[in-house]
């Protein structure tokens, strides 16, 4: 049978203040005590690989599988063989006459043209003297032999820039590619003597 000591008369024994009861903390401390246990695992784990790799190098006395696989009984300490550099003695001594082939002779070279024909370069071809003036100026200025002609025809007097005369096609072609650096535009002629 159960009795209940509280009710009980001689008892001298007061009863405590009931306890108001706390609402439960939702901080995620759960979430928290969980990551904690996460990162202490993740960092033992990394401690243990690294004295894992640690315990897998080789002593700091051997220099790698070759020093094991030697005795050290009877032996003294030998230095590997220092490598040879034979080039050095070899290549003064080589004569660079014997790698190379002979050289073929010289063909003369043949221009297309004939000597009665000649290039010019027409740089430009303006109404304006001083237009004209301005264009020999910026061909001076790149080494070049500039010349300019006044003509009169059915439209007017022009004055124009001629580049030349070249004889030869490689002449021509060496003035017309510093003038196209330069964004000049030429026109090529070709001329009989």
């Excluded at 996460?38 to 897998?56: D, I, P, Q, R, V």
């Excluded at 003294?76 to 002979?102: I, N, W």
């Excluded at 009665?116 to 032999?145: C, I, K, N, P, T």
């Amino acid at each position: 049978m159960a009795q209940d000591f509280a009710k009980k008369k001689g008892s001298t024994r007061k009863k405590a203040p009931a306890r108001k009861k706390q609402p439960a903390q939702k901080s995620g401390g759960g979430l928290v005590s969980g990551l904690k246990w996460y990162g202490a695992g993740l960092l033992s784990g990394m401690f243990l690989s690294l004295l894992f790799y640690l315990g897998t190098l080789p002593p700091t006395g051997s220099t790698g599988p070759a020093s094991a696989a030697e005795p050290t009984a009877g032996t003294d300490s030998q230095e590997p063989p220092k490598p040879r550099f034979d080039f050095y003695t070899m290549l003064p001594e080589q004569s660079m006459e014997e790698d190379l082939p002979a050289p073929e002779p010289a063909k003369p070279v043949t221009e297309t043209t004939s000597p009665s024909e000649y290039y010019l370069l027409q740089a430009g071809s303006f109404r304006q003297r001083e237009d004209a003036d301005r264009r020999r100026a910026e061909l001076l200025l790149l080494g070049l032999e500039p010349n300019v002609r006044e003509s009169n025809g059915d439209n007017g007097r022009w004055f124009r820039v001629y580049l030349g005369p070249f004889d030869t096609r490689s002449k021509m072609s060496k003035a017309r590619s510093l003038t196209a650096a330069q964004n000049i535009d030429t026109l090529v002629l070709k001329r009989s003597s």
